[in-house]
């Protein structure tokens, strides 16, 4: 009789153990808490942020250089989105009101402007394919984010922990044919990322692009003027080209970009 009550005992507590596995498991799945971070970002009607941002190029010798800066952005959806972007070779600011995209240069007290009626989302996937402006980062603000960030991704990993402004974050890992990229979300009610890089492997000496993000907020904005742009005095209207369009770029224009493996 006590050899079948401990066998009772010993099966209760394997299946406890194996269900407590099982749920750990399900807990560290990383496509799960990445799930749980885009669909909190995109179930907010406004966003606000603040973020530095580090950009590394691989000179032709083979030296990897970085660049960084520091910007803010704010979004109303669906249709509304503004960002400033400062860095030592840029101060620039972009400003969609959901029908004209405007970039203003402060530096060369100057801006552009195109129709672009439609989304926050349609608006970032024209910039991205027309006019080779890279914005990294802005797949995570996307309608879409998940279906965005996983659409090449063949395999991620739950890594661990990591500290990042002194917040604790699940730390992820995840990795496409041309990039390794990680990203740092922060746990509970307000799963939002702290931390993102992206790696490429396609290039000499796999350069890193860095964000960080902190002071997020939602249901920020009250004033009707936000999402308003207003070219400041003195300020020249130019025709849209490339090399008006570099001055907006996060890298200094004729920056090389490094060899491809």
């Avoid at 739950?158 to 990042?164: D, K, S, Y």
């Avoid at 992206?198 to 902190?214: D, H």
């Avoid at 080209?241 to 001055?247: K, R």
């Amino acid at each position: 009789m006590k050899s079948e009550t401990r066998l009772r005992t010993f099966a209760v507590v394997g299946a406890a153990l194996l269900l407590a596995a099982t749920t750990t498991a399900r807990a560290d799945d990383p496509a799960k808490i990445l799930k749980s971070m885009t669909d909190y970002l995109g179930s907010q009607n406004t966003l606000s942020a603040s973020f530095e941002s580090d950009i590394e190029i691989i000179t032709p010798e083979l030296q990897k250089i970085q660049f960084t800066s520091s910007g803010q952005i704010k979004l109303s959806r669906p249709d509304k989105l503004r960002v400033k972007r400062t860095g030592g070779y840029s101060d620039v600011e972009l400003v969609y009101d959901g029908k004209t995209i405007s970039l203003y240069g402060n530096d060369a007290k100057s801006y552009m402007q195109a129709d672009a009626p439609g989304t926050v989302d349609q608006m970032i996937a024209g910039m991205q394919s027309h006019s080779g402006l890279g914005m990294p980062g802005t797949d995570l603000i996307l309608s879409n984010a998940f279906d965005e960030l996983m659409a090449t991704t063949i395999e991620g990993k739950h890594i661990g922990q990591g500290v990042i402004d002194g917040v604790e974050c699940e730390h992820l890992a995840f990795r496409t044919p041309e990039t390794d990229w990680q990203i740092w979300i922060e746990p509970g009610a307000k799963p939002v990322p702290r931390k993102y890089v992206i790696t490429s492997k396609t290039v000499t000496g796999a350069p890193q692009y860095t964000l960080r993000i902190r002071d997020w907020k939602t249901d920020a904005f009250a004033d009707a003027d936000t999402f308003v742009f207003k070219p400041p005095a003195g300020a020249a209207k130019i025709d849209i080209d490339a090399i008006a369009m570099a001055d907006f770029d996060e890298l200094p224009p004729g920056t090389p970009t490094g060899a491809k493996k």
